[in-house]
């Protein structure tokens, strides 16, 4: 093999070694990016003292959850204020 085709193998082989190293470059950089974004968004949804969304949402739902309480209260109540009206227009 002459000296000029061993210098074209050793330049090919080195440009393929170049670009496999810069795409194992670009992917872990992509890689970083992606796991900081995923980092963000699980730091949204998992509960951390009360400032996630997850804290949100279950701070939300429990006051709904009171409102359902005190909504049934007053209407149970309303209903006995209906029934004794009633009753109190019928004897009238």
């Given amino acids: 093999m002459s000296e000029a085709v061993q210098i074209a ?5 080195g440009a393929l070694l170049t670009g496999v190293l810069v795409e194992l470059i670009r992917t ?3 890689q970083n990016r992606t796991n900081e ?6 730091g949204q949804v ?12 279950t701070r939300i739902e429990g006051d709904v959850g009171e409102m359902r309480r005190q ?4 209407g149970e109540r309303l ?3 209906e029934t004794r009206l009633s009753d109190h227009l019928q004897r009238s």
């Fill in 9 to 13: 193998i050793i330049g090919a082989v």
């Fill in 28 to 30: 872990r950089r992509a």
């Fill in 37 to 42: 974004q995923l980092g963000g968004v699980l």
């Fill in 46 to 57: 998992s509960p951390n003292s009360g400032k996630s969304l997850h804290d949100a949402v």
């Fill in 71 to 74: 909504l049934g209260k007053h």
């Fill in 79 to 81: 209903a006995k204020v």
